[in-house]
């Protein structure tokens, strides 16, 4: 048993735990600017060679069907838009640290499906609803990095899930990987993450989402709604069987996650096609990646 301090020392100073794209914090860090400096953001994208490549090569792909080549950061953001461009950057980065991150239990790629399965879906359901008074582009980041603390140990103290099902097809309906992590560990994935990511300086609005979305009833106020609708993007995308970040499948959505936002369970069948319909991008995402070619 461990402490999470001790674990997280040992993810980063003995494992030598690779982080993140730090341009991620920087793009995330002008969501709380009032004006965002555009400029200054095009520059920093534009400055890492292999970041501002990906991003011309998704922008220049069949997802967004630009008549004209995009050439630059900046001619990205003039056609596609500053808030669609932060979000592929995220999205890249991302996906390079799922692709760069060694063999461990999980499925790169089903793991990657599930994490922007969930970003998406939580940003249709506040498009149709508008639930939130204002989020959009960070319920995105917080949906791509809900699982991070899943994907870092099983790949970095993989000595913990040993034995255990990978398969979601094995795992009962009542499988609680929180259990088993804390009965094993002393902590959860949750909190691996959550502590993993403020120490690479992401704000604690989205820090505290990954903290509490097994246990959202507990988050703090401010972002208490927040996670309601990530766990509810989770369990509609487990549901839905998008992808697998090892917690398994669901036979069904809680309903009371549904009453807790004030939402009709209704409107499931729509925000079903919604995800469906945007989840190619996922795709794109992995090709360019490397994941799948
Ligand atoms: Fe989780
Ligand atoms: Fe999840």
Redesign the pocket.
Known sequence: MYTLKEIIDQLINIRRLPTLNPVVVMVEKTLNAEEPDVQHLSRVIADDPSLTSMLLKVANSALYGARREITTVQDAVVRLGFTEVRKLVVDISVVNYVADMPDGLLDPIDYWVHSIGVAICMEEIQQMTKVMDQNGPQSHVVGLL??IG?LISSTHLREAYESLPDNPDELGWDWNIIEIERGRLGID??QVGAAVLDRWGLPNKIVDCVRY??ESDVCPEDQRKQTYLLALS?SICRNLHVGN?G?GYLPEVPEGLWKKLGLDSEILEEVTERVNAKIQKSQVLLNISGMRN
Do not use: F, G
């Open positions: 809900h699982d899943r994935h949750a979305h097994h989770d970040s917690e």
